[in-house]
């Protein structure tokens, strides 16, 4: 177990080096610059300011400083706010994880829920109603369905009022990003259950006289959750941080509009640090997603 967790982090770190160089030196191939803006300014200042900030030494020299900067634990300042971007990530990730920890929740145990009473019963209305709907969350785009949420609920019916900072409501927010996930974890619970249920254990549970609750979730629903594990892991790093579009809609403070203004503006710096948080999540959270195998199912073995 030890020499597979230090393989994995040596894995991971890695990775979180690839996805740095491939943002950073995208981020440069992209025509533009941060102080290209509609007021133009002088070739005197602009060059001023390429200086104090480094811009102006070759791209991979750039990259070089910047790895050493982070390896010390410095993501820069903002090129546009001039604030710390260890700064705008602490302020904008806990909106976003609030937000984003409620809908993978909801997602979760809601997708098991249904997935299993859809398995259960098989070709029966419930089952095709779960099917729809399923199928119409998982083709419908996260942000279509919150400009509809939005426009029908809070504008026409005004019955949800809209995103405040003051007196947040994040029952819209919720439903907009949970969508999608509660729809792919019930289908891949439905698929894992119906699995299960044909196996020999479960039959040979049944022939025993154990109750049909104990066989569904002692030993039908465990082995069928392995599956969405796999899914849950990336998942909960990614929806942490809030849909970026989600948050745009609803004009929600979070990391996510921090990442979106920051393309926006070419704040390299604050591209740099958000994509990097980012990636360090979804490789935890894969991490820890392998280790939650062992603990559902001890037969599995981590090389």
Same mark, same amino acid.
């Given at each position: 177990?030890?020499?597979?967790?230090?393989?994995?982090?040596?894995?991971?770190?890695?990775?979180?080096?690839?996805?740095?160089?491939? =943002?950073?030196?995208?981020m440069?191939?992209?025509?533009?610059?941060?102080?290209?803006s509609?007021?133009?300014?002088?070739?005197v200042?602009?060059?001023?300011?390429?200086?104090?900030?480094?811009?102006?030494?070759p791209?991979p020299?750039?990259?070089?400083?910047?790895?050493?900067?982070?390896?010390?634990g410095?993501?820069?300042?903002?090129?546009? =706010?001039?604030?710390?971007?260890?700064?705008?990530?602490?302020?904008?990730f806990?909106?976003?994880?609030?937000?984003?920890?409620?809908?993978?929740?909801?997602?979760?145990?809601?997708?098991?829920?249904?997935?299993? *009473?859809?398995?259960?019963?098989?070709?029966?209305?419930p089952?095709?109603?779960?099917?729809?709907? =399923?199928?119409?969350?998982?083709?419908?785009?996260?942000?279509?369905?919150?400009?509809?949420?939005? %426009?029908?609920?809070?504008?026409k019916?005004?019955?949800?009022?809209?995103?405040?900072?003051?007196?947040?409501?994040?029952?819209?927010? &919720?439903?907009?990003?949970?969508?999608?996930?509660t729809? %792919?974890?019930?289908?891949?619970?439905? *698929?894992?259950?119906?699995?299960?249920?044909?196996?020999?254990y479960?039959?040979?549970?049944?022939a025993k006289?154990?109750?049909? &609750?104990?066989?569904?979730?002692?030993?039908?629903?465990?082995?069928?959750?392995?599956?969405?594990? =796999? %899914?849950?892991?990336?998942?909960?790093? %990614?929806?942490?941080?809030?849909?970026?579009?989600?948050?745009?809609?609803?004009?929600?403070?979070?990391?996510?509009?921090?990442?979106?203004?920051?393309?926006?503006?070419?704040?390299?710096?604050?591209?740099?640090?958000? *994509?990097?948080?980012?990636?360090?999540?979804?490789?935890?959270?894969?991490?820890?997603?392998?280790?939650?195998?062992?603990?559902?199912?001890?037969?599995?073995?981590?090389?």
């Amino acid at each position: 177990m030890l020499k597979y967790f230090v393989k994995r982090v040596l894995l991971a770190v890695l990775t979180i080096v690839i996805i740095s160089a491939i =943002t950073f030196f995208a981020m440069y191939a992209i025509p533009g610059g941060p102080f290209n803006s509609e007021k133009a300014l002088s070739e005197v200042t602009k060059a001023a300011l390429e200086e104090r900030y480094g811009l102006n030494n070759p791209v991979p020299v750039q990259y070089v400083n910047y790895m050493k900067n982070l390896l010390q634990g410095d993501l820069g300042v903002s090129l546009k =706010t001039q604030r710390e971007v260890s700064t705008i990530i602490a302020d904008g990730f806990p909106v976003s994880a609030k937000l984003g920890g409620m809908a993978a929740l909801v997602a979760v145990v809601l997708g098991i829920v249904l997935g299993s *009473t859809a398995a259960l019963m098989r070709n029966k209305w419930p089952d095709r109603l779960i099917v729809f709907l =399923t199928t119409l969350f998982t083709a419908m785009p996260s942000f279509v369905l919150a400009t509809l949420l939005l %426009y029908f609920f809070s504008l026409k019916l005004q019955l949800v009022p809209v995103w405040s900072p003051g007196s947040p409501n994040y029952l819209l927010p &919720v439903i907009s990003l949970a969508a999608y996930p509660t729809a %792919y974890i019930t289908r891949l619970t439905k *698929t894992s259950m119906l699995d299960a249920l044909g196996q020999d254990y479960v039959r040979t549970a049944r022939a025993k006289g154990v109750s049909g &609750v104990k066989v569904i979730f002692k030993h039908a629903l465990r082995n069928a959750l392995i599956p969405v594990i =796999t %899914y849950v892991g990336p998942m909960v790093a %990614y929806i942490l941080v809030g849909s970026m579009v989600v948050e745009s809609i609803f004009t929600i403070g979070g990391l996510g509009s921090q990442f979106v203004t920051s393309i926006t503006n070419r704040d390299y710096t604050v591209i740099m640090g958000t *994509t990097i948080f980012l990636a360090s999540l979804m490789v935890t959270a894969n991490l820890i997603t392998d280790l939650v195998y062992k603990l559902v199912d001890p037969r599995i073995k981590l090389d």
